[in-house]
């Protein structure tokens, strides 16, 4: 086995060295790939997608990826002799998108045959392909197919593949089943897209979700993270698009009416991952109750700059008081957390953790005492004046930022980024339980803007040294009265 993989590493060197300066592969992996389309690259993730803003080089990680695994070359990935499916929406945008870009990237010499749905393969480009045999590395065959999602789900069953590339966003039902083909031999999905249609399952299942699952992965795209589009003509485009537009045509974001509430937030600044924090800036946690809903807890720390961190979470529905006063004073232990004078853990709590329940003659915040838990319930719950501090800790007017949140806080930022305005000029209530507690925690800061003290006026001056005068002589008199 050692003496074949050897073989299979000799054949990709060899391959990777006769290619020649005019080779458009080989001029992608050295000259035209941008840093994001590499990560899009390396992450070993079996289920990836890159959203991207038109023209942000989203469709080429798809093609140069394609053409990686059909030809056993991928710089990455373990390689072998595969099969795989090219998704696109219709026909006419197979053709002129992901059709195109693959055979731009595959040299005919690699090329066996071209299977044609109609057109002539000697013009493949201008027709519509079925599938083409790649000649591999290693001497073998591999297989592009393509399919497109006007066919319907029927048309997906019954092949096992080794990828399945979807170019733009397909529809629920056969992304499941192209799941299933790929499921027996442990292959791979890729995405990539322009988010236009609001927030479709793409956006429960991949965006919200690849916190949550090992397997899901993704990265967003814009213009200005492909060097080879100028300035200018980014002015230029952004200045024809609607600000939801912009949103997702350059920046690749999913939008919704009304739009986020946390637009501020930016997971390339506002995410960090864990470090050990020092227990002097451990501050407090925050809490909002659930029963049957998700509990939500966070633990919050304070540096000497008053930049707040999250620094981890318990997050868990339908558990009693009991079992979610044990994982917080557990999560309390590992970190080391700070007690009180009577030994007992503190933290914030919604102010309706004081009612008192069918369940149990306690209200939520007597049981947590009970469990070691001294819940303070004073907070303030303001929607809307909470909304904009944590907006101002997210990013102030300086563009600086002054939250950050630890990637180990999954929950967190599931619900950041799913965390939309209403039509009733609030947010929607919903999902919202971890939004809920870093509010509270938010307001129980000191404002970070105190007000400049005014200059004094020469009234002013003239009266505190009448003051102070005054004061010097009463202090003289009550020494000579002492003997002092």
């Known amino acids: 086995m050692e003496i074949e993989s050897l073989k299979k590493l000799m054949l990709i060197d060899n391959e990777l060295k006769r290619r020649k300066k005019n080779d458009k592969l080989s001029s992608y992996n050295t000259k035209k790939v941008h840093k994001k389309q590499m990560e899009f690259h390396k992450c070993q993730k079996r289920n990836r997608w890159v959203f991207g803003g038109n023209r942000s080089g989203k469709s080429q990680c798809g093609a140069v990826e394609t053409v990686w695994l059909a030809r056993g070359i991928h ?23 992901a059709q195109r870009k693959i055979l731009y990237y595959l040299n005919p010499d690699w090329i066996v045959d071209i299977v044609m749905l109609n057109g002539r393969k000697d013009f493949a480009e201008n027709g519509v392909i079925d599938y083409i045999l790649v000649k591999n590395v290693f001497g073998e065959i591999s297989k592009i197919g393509f399919k497109t999602c006007d066919q319907g789900r029927e048309k997906f069953q019954g092949t096992s593949l080794d990828f399945v590339w979807f170019d733009e966003e397909p529809p629920f039902d056969i992304y499941l089943e192209c799941r299933m083909r790929v499921l027996d031999r442990c292959g791979i999905i890729f995405g990539t897209m322009t988010p236009l249609k609001g927030l479709t399952w793409v956006y429960d299942k991949i965006y919200l979700n690849s916190a949550n699952d090992n397997d899901v992965w993704y990265i967003e795209m814009e213009w200005a993270d492909n060097p080879y589009l100028s300035k200018n003509e980014i002015a230029t485009l952004s200045a024809t698009l609607s600000a939801d537009e912009l949103e997702s045509r350059r920046y690749g974001k999913f939008t919704a009416h009304g739009g986020l509430v946390y637009s501020e937030f930016d997971a390339n600044v506002n995410v960090i991952e864990p470090f050990t924090v020092p227990h002097e800036w451990y501050d407090n946690i925050s809490i909002d109750p659930g029963l049957h809903n998700p509990l939500s807890a966070h633990w919050y720390a304070v540096d000497f700059d008053g930049n707040v961190y999250v620094i981890a979470e318990h997050y868990e529905a339908g558990q009693t008081i009991e079992h979610h006063a044990s994982c917080i004073l557990k999560k309390c232990e590992q970190l080391g957390w700070k007690r009180g004078f009577d030994g007992k853990i503190s933290a914030l709590i919604d102010s309706a953790a004081n009612q008192k329940t069918l369940a149990s003659p306690k209200s939520v915040s007597e049981l947590f005492l009970d469990y070691g838990i001294n819940v303070n319930t004073n907070v303030n719950k303001d929607l809307f004046s909470g909304i904009s501090r944590v907006k101002s800790y997210l990013k102030n007017a300086k563009g600086e930022s002054k ?43 000191p404002d970070a803007h105190s007000p400049e003290k005014e200059t004094p006026t020469t009234i002013q001056l003239h009266k505190d040294k009448l003051i102070s005068r005054n004061r010097r002589a009463l202090l003289n008199q009550m020494r000579r009265g002492w003997g002092m």
């Not at 998704?87 to 197979?94: A, E, F, G």
């Not at 009733?424 to 800061?445: F, G, Q």
């Open 75 to 97: 710089p990455y990935r373990e390689n072998k002799t595969c099969e795989g499916w090219v998704v696109s929406l219709t026909q006419q945008v197979q053709r002129d998108v």
């Open 403 to 445: 939250l950050f949140i630890f990637s180990t806080c999954v929950n967190m930022l599931r619900e950041i980024k799913g965390y939309f305005w209403g039509d009733a000029d609030a947010p929607v209530k919903k999902d919202d339980h971890a939004m809920d507690e870093l509010r509270y925690y938010i307001m129980s800061r």
